[in-house]
């Protein structure tokens, strides 16, 4: 068994999440980062991969109070749990996400001692020879109780839950923007798929200045309402 998995990402026009430098760029309208958090907020836990720790050192908490303490109410944490995967340990010590609960996915490759340290602030749970297995660390997390797994990136973490079905639905924000640049970061990086992946387009929204795009996999016959948790 594993969460119901979702991915929200926000992307310019021609399919980028960030620029060249890597660094995070200002892509969701303000109407978008309020729909954002709310996702947070009915998340129980939200990963990223460690690419993104690097590139943005984000928080990845509930931004607005009033959602924080309605979570509360509800009997949760006021933010969901941060996972991050990153193979290596190669988090930095004084990363921004270790503000509340976080779980490390780390493989057999994280150097044992980094390790040792990381565990005072985190839980550090190993899965895999050299990536992360996702699949196990799901599973793993359905374990402790986590049914809604929010994904906020990067292309290279998305690109491997798709290619393992790991992904039930997928927000995607496109903004008025062009960003280009060949190696700037995609919603999908990693190696292309052969054949291309099909995907079913649930709804397209006007939101914001933007466009919401809500996405499943041509293949999944169940309809979301049916599967979320
Ligand atoms: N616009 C948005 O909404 C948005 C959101 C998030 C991020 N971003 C941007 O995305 C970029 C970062 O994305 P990224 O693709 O470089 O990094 P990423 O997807 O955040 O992290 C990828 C890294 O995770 C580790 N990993 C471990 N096991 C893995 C597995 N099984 N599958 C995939 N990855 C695994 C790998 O590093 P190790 O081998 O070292 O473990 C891999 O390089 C930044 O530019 C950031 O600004 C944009």
Redesign the pocket.
């Known amino acids: 068994m594993r969460p119901y998995v979702f991915v ?4 310019s026009l021609d399919g ?4 060249e ?5 200002r ?2 309208c303000k109407e978008d980062l309020r729909r ?1 958090d709310e996702l947070r907020a009915s998340a129980d836990a939200i990963m ?9 050192n ?1 928080k990845l908490n509930v931004k607005s109070e009033e959602l924080r303490k309605k979570r509360i109410l509800e009997g949760k944490e006021e933010n969901p749990i941060k996972v991050v ?6 988090i930095p010590e004084n990363a921004e996400v270790f503000n509340s609960k976080v779980i490390l ?3 057999k ?1 994280a150097d044992k001692e980094k390790v040792e340290r990381i565990n005072k602030k985190a839980e550090v749970v190993a899965f ?1 020879e ?5 699949k196990a660390l799901l599973e793993y997390l359905y374990k402790k109780g986590v049914r809604k797994l929010m994904v ?10 798709l290619r ?1 079905d790991l992904v039930d639905e997928m927000f995607i ?1 496109y903004a008025p923007i062009i960003i280009g640049g060949e190696k ?2 995609t ?1 999908c ?2 190696n292309s798929f052969n054949p291309a992946l099909r995907m079913k387009i649930v709804s397209v929204e006007r939101f914001g200045e933007g466009v919401l795009l809500r996405i499943t996999r041509s293949d999944s016959n169940m309809s979301i309402q049916n599967k979320k948790p």
């Open positions: 929200n990402i926000a992307s980028k999440i960030s620029d430098t890597r660094k995070q760029v892509i969701s954002v990223v991969g460690i690419g993104t720790i690097l590139s943005d984000p995967v990153d193979s290596r340990c190669r996915a780390v493989s490759l895999g050299e990536k992360v297995d996702l906020e990136g990067g292309g290279t973490l998305i690109s491997s839950l393992e924000y700037s970061p919603i990086d990693g």
